[in-house]
């Protein structure tokens, strides 16, 4: 019997969007590599993995921790260059530990932890860098200049830079010469948007998804939600999941629902700027209007990207927070002309079936 191919995953354990699109990407490529047994190696929670039949293990390794954040859209600057100081430069102990995790694998993925790189170099494996963006890049770009963000900033760019295969996937924050550019990558949907309409009891209501990615969101008062009784709000990343209302759903984060299901059963979907979200609204080509954030610097090629390549409106956090937008969603449901989607994650795939 053959023994599968075997594949190593290293992602970063900042939110959840790194990890869904590694996932949107295995999804593709087990498709052109039918048994693939992959290694997940990052701190994300294990669910986003469940049920996966590439899923050989998963282990909780933290090599890449981005930003240290109390909320989706505060930064605690000090706890971070903390937090690197204490992880880098990556101890051998460490090192070690991640290689026999990886030593049968004949392809290693980063996004975006160079830990994958580290040990590709040490094993002689092949290493491929996937990113809309690097860490050295945005921690140049943050005014915190922190000795832990400087001496990381340094070296991170000396590790991405020994990746044997480069992949930028739009939107794309610094352009390079990748070896491959790809459209975004994005997760599949499973369940029709009449299946979802009916789980959620949304009647013929428009559906308005509010979603920060993987991170805890707070919300001002639902009952003003609930007065807007054409539509039907789902909100994800709640404490806990329950009815609020009959026509509000709050969403837990180990929710039943598939978020690229809700994405595409929704008239509207409402979030930060974060790149899952908003490539799943793109390959669904839902409406979509994102909250600006202006202390972190990948949002603002995010939010470009979303009003002129997918016809989308910006939010103030300010203007978000006070609930004024109520009175513009039928406009929001109807945004400009959206560029067609493309299969980001389809492109990526058919790059590294070439390479296994």
Known sequence: MLTPMELSCYISSHGFGHATRMVALLESLATRIPGIKVNIISTVPPFLFDSQPWLLQHYPVLTDLGFCQSDSFTIDYPATDQALETLLPY?????NQCCEISKQSKLIVCDISPMGVVVGKRLGIP???LENFTWDWLYHQNEFSGPGFTRAARYFAELYGRADYHIQTEPVCNPRNPD?????IARRTQKSPEEINQLLGSGKRDIVLITMGGLTSEFGPLERLAEQNDYFFVLTGQQSSRKFAP??????????FHHPD????SSLVICKAGYSTIAECSRSHTPVCCICRSDFSESPVLEEFVVNRLGGSLLSYEAFRSLGWLACLGHYCQPDKMNPPTDGGGETATFLTALL
Request: net charge negative; glycine share 4%.
């Open 247 to 256: 026509n509000i759903t709050l969403l837990d984060h180990r929710t039943p």
């Open 180 to 184: 491959l550019r790809c459209g975004p």
């Open 127 to 129: 290493s491929v860098l």
């Open 91 to 95: 101890s051998e102990e460490l090192i």
């Open 262 to 265: 809700l994405i595409n059963s």
